[in-house]
């Protein structure tokens, strides 16, 4: 379904659920704010030609007239926003940036949560065939090290600043105990930093130290992030024109899947088509 009186400047396009997993792909207006005016087009599925040959049907001047796009590191939407939207700037998602660097840190502390976890097996067999009762080493807090580990996911997603007193304690025995972690951490911290940077030169500069710190320090963890940084680093690039996000196109998926779960899901997808249509189109 499409929409050409909805077309702004400044459009966002993602994908969302409806049912069973059955993914369709949605274009917004971020002038609309997620009310009425906001659906520019609703497309099945997630195939670039699908999207390029719904898109097409849009007439072309007020293709050429958005300025600016912003999507997630999906290839496939990409290249069909490209074919479509001639005239327009893509906007890489911060939030779909940020979000895997700290999926990488996360990565690192499950690794060595499972690490623990086998260690500990390890002792209790040893223990038993010794005839001996197995117990658990416990640090100041009480944590013994597989919690710890588990303990500490929120710890390492926040600032220092937004730690209460009981998790900086953990955080500092954590630290203690797994200095690679906190190396990693640290450095998960120089990434989402240069995301409050004002120059679009200097956002640049930095993210080439980091990448390049990244790999001078062999942290291995962070490698993938950072060659898919440098894979998408123009888009990347262009958030520092107006600071643009995909926050809107996020908040609407929200209201899809909350309207959803209202209905206790989707039965007949073609009326609930219609229904986002009179709210949102």
Same mark, same amino acid.
């Given at each position: ?7 702004? %400047?400044?459009?966002?396009?993602? !994908? ?32 670039? /030609? ?27 939407? !990409? ?26 840190? /996360? ?11 086998? +260690? !500990?097996?390890?002792?209790?067999? +040893? ?6 009762? &197995? ?17 500490s996911r929120y710890i390492i997603a926040?600032?220092?600043? /937004?730690?209460?007193?009981? /998790? ?8 203690? !105990? ?6 990693? &951490? ?17 956002? %640049? ?29 123009? =888009?990347?690039? =262009? ?6 996000? =995909? ?35």
């Open positions: 379904m499409i929409y050409p009186a909805n077309v702004g %400047e400044y459009l966002s396009i993602d !994908e969302v659920s409806l049912s069973n997993g059955e993914l369709y792909t949605f274009v917004t207006n971020k002038i609309g704010r997620g009310k009425r005016g906001s659906l520019v087009a609703s497309i099945k599925g997630t195939r670039s /030609q699908d999207i390029i040959d719904t898109l097409e049907r849009l007439p072309l001047e007020s293709r050429k007239n958005v300025r600016e796009i912003t999507l997630d590191m999906a290839k496939n939407i !990409e290249s069909a926003v490209r074919m479509t939207f001639p005239e327009a700037s893509l906007v890489t998602d911060r939030f779909h940036v940020v979000k895997l660097v700290m999926e990488a840190l /996360q990565h690192l502390r499950i690794k060595k949560r499972w690490e623990e976890l086998d +260690k !500990e097996n390890d002792l209790i067999l +040893k223990c038993k065939s010794e005839g001996k009762k &197995y117990k658990s080493k416990e640090f100041s807090n009480g944590d013994t090290p597989k919690q710890l580990l588990a303990r926040k600032k220092e600043i /937004q730690w209460t007193e009981n /998790q900086r304690e953990r955080a500092e025995i954590l630290f203690k !105990e797994h200095p690679d972690l906190h190396v990693a &951490y640290k450095h998960s911290l120089a990434f989402r930093s240069i995301y409050e940077e004002k120059l679009r030169t200097t956002a %640049e500069r930095r993210f080439k130290e980091w990448i390049n710190n990244t790999f001078e320090k062999e942290l291995k963890t962070f490698y993938t992030t950072a060659n898919t940084v440098k894979t998408n680093f123009e =888009n990347i690039l =262009n958030f520092y024109t107006n600071r643009n996000t =995909n926050a809107n196109a996020e908040s609407f998926n929200a209201k899809i899947k909350l309207f959803r779960a209202n209905l206790r899901g989707v039965t007949d997808t073609a009326f609930f088509l219609f229904r986002l249509e009179k709210l949102f189109a």
